[in-house]
């Protein structure tokens, strides 16, 4: 029986990545396409997968910092999840082996990755725990005033992107949930105390893969008609620069902005597009540099709009280009195949049985048809903070961020 269901969970996933039609209609981009009305019934009914509330027990970390802000909220998509999805009726979950193989308590936690993610290193350079998912954690205050991530997989700038996978908590509903916590604290400590917590503490915004992989390189609603690359990217980054600005209403000061990684490097784009000996798709990459330019504009715009904000841009494309071309150097010796996944480059059907995955994740750059490996996230953590390996963060990196405001 649980065979038939796994095949039955590996058929749905490939007509779910090739939908015929999608019911989606963009915040901003009046375009619709017919509707496919079975298919979040199709997810209620049919789908193996049960919502599993993880939790786990980290042991003492020998890398743990002295506290240097109160806290770490994070919002964004798989990059940055730590389980929200495993209390959602999606396809995007991460919560069964082996995903978190490598992992602190070797379990599946709901994280895009064998180990940890960014994140989770971040945290332990502010010298905080793990942060709990929005969902997932246990309600105490003092345990949210650590922290909490709101991050969904599937959730782009665009509300509707990724919804042909199931529920996500979209961006703006991410927002929201920070208004939400916002209140809480305040019934609990007070405004003033509330807002000196927000002002302080770091808000990790890494998000809009998924507007290019669900939206976009998939033409819905025929956007690129409407939209050229570079028209799309300023409707994301014009999207963005309001939702930050929400974010400054609740008293959000530091902000980290994520860029994106290069999508064309990706195993599934590089099966999708019959890649020659692993090189990557440069029109995908093109488009994706774009992004991030048009993001770093974005920011430098904020931090001269926004009073006392402190809003810093890291390019993640610049940080794993640097991986991928240096590969010997970082000690990885397989860049193109995924770890996990069927058909070449690892890349045709993504992660979903042990089975599937190699026996040596440390020597591979991508974990499974988007997400990168825990190696590849600690460097990539590296840089956020100082810029250990590769400077990538404008106009200062997170450490230096930290210290600027302690020394005013």
Known sequence: ???IRELCRILILIFIFYPTSTAITAQGLNHKHDAN?????MLDTISPFQPRNVTFHLPPDPQISPTKVPALFVIGDSSVDCGTNNFLGTFAR????PYGKDFDTHQPTGRFCNGRIPVDYIALRLGLPFVPSYLGQGGSIEDMMKGVNYASAGAGIIFSSGSELG?????????????????QFILNIGEDATADLMSRSIFYISIGSNDYIHYYLRNVSNVQSAYLPWGFNQFL??????????LYTANVRKVVVMGLAPLGCAPYYLWMYGSKHGRCIEKINDMIMEFNYAMRYMVDELN?????SNIIFCDAFEASMDII?????YGFN????ACCGLGKYKGWITCLTPEMACSNASNHIWWDQFHPTDAVNAILADNVWSGLHTNICYPMNLEDMIAQKQND
């Open 304 to 308: 001269q709009e926004l009073m006392d």
């Open 94 to 97: 991460a919560d069964r082996l």
């Open 1 to 3: 029986m649980e065979s």
């Open 325 to 329: 071309k240096n590969h010997d150097h």
């Open 237 to 246: 980054a014009d999207t963005m620069k309001e939702e930050i600005k929400n």
């Open 167 to 183: 529920q996500h908590i979209s961006l703006t509903q991410q927002i929201q949930q920070v208004y939400d916590t916002n209140q």
């Open 334 to 337: 397989v860049t193109a195949n």
């Open 37 to 41: 009305p079975n298919l979040i019934k």
